[in-house]
Structures are given as structure tokens and as C-alpha cells.
């Protein structure tokens, strides 16, 4: 079955046209890939040329490129030619970004995480 919808306005933003509502928009989209994710954790090693990267995937050379595309316009990498060779960095501030994004939800889950602890210690306490 197909569901049909419409967009309404949201705070007087026409819906179909919005690209990005918060600057982390970009990044998350960019991070839900996997391939996005396993080159990041890559380069949190070490800075790699283009085609390193490319060799530690079963990927050719432009699909890889256009993934590394899109983690430098999200501001995810940043790039040092040397040479004829194009080396990729890793930029953590980008993903503090998303990580001070996140905080607050982990400060919730941190906080029912302790409630439902706390609500089994009594429960074995009672049964005790």
C-alpha cells in the first residue's frame, strides 16, 4: 500500500523546499552511510591519499571520490594536495558538532537507564 502525505509549513518553512534545519542536518545525513563511516574511521588513524582509501574498498576509484565529496562538504574532511596526491584529514571539530548535538540525549538515556536500575534494585530488595 502507498501512503500519500503532504508537508505542512513548519514555523513558516514551505517543508518540500527545506534542505537543512539545523547546521548537523548535513552532517548526519552524511554519516548514515556506512562506506561515510568506515573512511571516517580510517582517517582517525592517519591522514590517507584518495587512492588509499579507494583500494580498502571493493568500490572503483569515482564511487569512492564521491563519497569523500561528501564528507567535504559537510566539512567532515579536509584535504592537503601534495604533489599530485590528495590527502584526507579528518576534522573532529566538525564531529564535536554533532557530538555536543547529541549530549543531551545521552544525558536522557544516562538518567532512564538509572530510574529503571534503581526500580530493579528495589524490586530485589522486596523479593529478597
Not at 3 to 11: E, G, M, V
Not at 84 to 93: E, G, K, P, V
Amino acid at each position: 500500500m502507498l501512503y500519500s502525505f503532504q508537508l505542512k509549513p513548519f514555523h513558516g518553512i514551505d517543508m518540500t523546499q527545506a534542505t537543512s534545519f539545523f547546521p548537523t542536518d548535513d552532517i548526519f545525513s552524511a554519516l548514515a552511510n556506512p562506506i561515510r563511516r568506515r573512511i571516517l574511521e580510517l582517517l582517525r588513524e592517519e591522514a590517507l591519499a584518495a587512492g588509499e582509501i579507494a583500494a580498502r574498498f571493493d568500490l572503483n576509484r569515482p564511487a569512492v571520490s564521491e563519497h569523500l565529496q561528501v564528507l567535504r562538504s559537510v566539512n567532515l574532511v579536509w584535504v592537503e594536495t601534495r604533489g599530485r596526491q590528495r590527502f584526507y584529514h579528518l576534522n573532529a571539530a566538525a564531529l564535536a558538532e554533532a557530538g555536543d548535538w547529541l549530549h543531551p540525549f545521552e544525558r536522557y538515556w544516562r538518567q532512564r537507564i538509572r530510574a529503571l536500575r534503581d526500580t530493579l534494585n528495589e524490586l530485589n530488595e522486596e523479593n529478597s
